[in-house]
């Protein structure tokens, strides 16, 4: 059984940054696409970053480009989202997510069908 389990969110002020972790069990790296969600209340939830692909690259959305860094570290089963530079429009709930890897990167919500419990993300003064 594919379980996802995220922590590290928090209350953070613009311009600070926080580190997401990912617990993973279940499934191993190289046989699945693994992406970071977020969702901010009354908005559609969104891709953040995503691994996959035949090549295993990385996905961005642009608004997070040069801001965010998504990683895994293997040994630990564990995926990771480094957030800098916060800024209040970055508050949301946080989700990690996975589904078998396919030839292409896809990073919309409807390609994962295994979800965390999420963990909630606030930038504010």
């Known amino acids: 059984e594919v379980q996802l389990v995220e922590s590290g969110g928090g209350l953070v002020q613009p311009g600070g940054s926080l580190r997401l972790s990912c617990a993973t069990s279940g499934f191993s790296f190289d046989d699945y696409q693994i992406g970071w969600f977020r969702q901010a209340p009354g908005k559609e939830r969104e891709g953040v970053a995503c691994i996959g692909g035949y090549d295993r690259r990385t996905y961005y959305r642009d608004s997070v480009k040069g801001r965010f860094t998504m990683s895994t570290d293997n040994a630990k089963s564990t995926v990771y989202l480094q957030m800098n530079s916060l800024k209040p429009e970055d508050t949301a709930v946080y989700y990690c997510?996975?589904?078998?890897?396919?030839?292409?990167?896809?990073?919309?919500?409807?390609?994962?069908?295994?979800w965390g419990q999420g963990t909630q993300v606030t930038v504010a003064s």
């Open positions: 997510a996975a589904d078998i890897l396919g030839y292409n990167l896809y990073c919309g919500r409807t390609y994962y069908s295994s």
